[in-house]
């Protein structure tokens, strides 16, 4: 069974930074372009970032340029996402997805909370 397991979320204080982790399991992330979503309380969800599937596309949300870096370890099959400058506006549940042949896999998300 294809799945994601995100973790790393955490409380922070505005500035701070965390180091989000999305570990695959039943595929391998060589083979399939992956995003990172984010939902806010009261929020629809929306996209933060994404990487083609060889690694050389990566694109972000305005909000994210400069601040957040989306990587992967294809031996380990995990993605990451590093966030810096972290802002009240970044509390969110932050989830993995990808899409396949009309299928969706998403993870269970990881909550990230900025806040004095």
């Known amino acids: 069974q294809r799945k994601f397991v995100e973790s790393g979320g955490a409380y922070v204080q505005p500035g701070g930074s965390l180091r989000l982790s999305c570990e695959t399991s039943?595929?391998?992330?060589?083979?399939?372009?992956v995003r990172w979503f984010r939902q806010a309380p009261g929020k629809e969800r929306e996209g933060v970032s994404c990487?083609?599937?060889?690694?050389?596309?990566?694109l972000y949300k305005d909000f994210a340029k400069g601040r957040f870096t989306i990587s992967r370890d294809i031996a380990k099959n995990m993605l990451f996402l590093q966030m810096n400058s972290l802002k009240p506006e970044d509390t969110a549940v932050y989830y993995c997805?990808?899409?396949?042949?009309?299928?969706?896999?998403w993870g269970q998300g990881t909550q990230v909370t900025v806040s004095p």
């Open positions: 990487i083609s599937i060889d690694g050389g596309k990566i």
């Open positions: 997805y990808s899409r396949k042949r009309g299928s969706d896999y």
């Open positions: 039943g595929f391998s992330l060589e083979y399939f372009a």
